[in-house]
């Protein structure tokens, strides 16, 4: 949040021009607020289950390959197949039930954050490398 306003033009003169910093200030002022009311919640909450010392989180470590995936497909396969995937990923880490619906959740998911970034925010999103 704190690097955002530092990109070149900030936030933006007003909610008409806004600026390349305003989409991730406003994502991690989400993201801080949620971890925040997370951990409150944890910390008021006992818990009577036997820790493990040495259980790997596979859901992080797959959604960090999800996200590293997500980052090199970008460029070189277009918004469309990068953040489907991302989203059909991401849906089975956290067991949404049925392929149906993950299907159809990322699929219109990604229709809707690509026109709210082209059709909104004006942004030019990149041109796949592999399919030209």
Do not use: C
């Amino acid at each position: 949040m704190y690097l955002s306003q530092k990109l070149p033009g900030g936030l933006g003169l007003n909610a008409a021009e806004p600026g390349p910093g305003l989409f991730p200030m406003i994502v991690g002022a989400i993201m801080f607020f949620a971890a925040s009311v997370y951990l409150v919640e944890n910390m008021r909450s006992v818990s009577n289950v036997e820790a493990t010392p040495h259980r790997i989180p596979k859901d992080i470590v797959l959604m960090v390959l999800t996200i590293a995936l997500y980052i090199f497909l970008l460029p070189r396969a277009g918004f469309f197949v990068a953040a489907f995937l991302l989203l059909i990923g991401s849906l089975s880490i956290f067991d949404m039930p049925g392929w149906i619906q993950r299907v159809a959740t990322a699929l219109l998911a990604t229709l809707l954050s690509f026109a709210i970034f082209t059709l909104v925010l004006n942004v030019k999103m990149p041109n796949p490398s592999w399919f030209n």
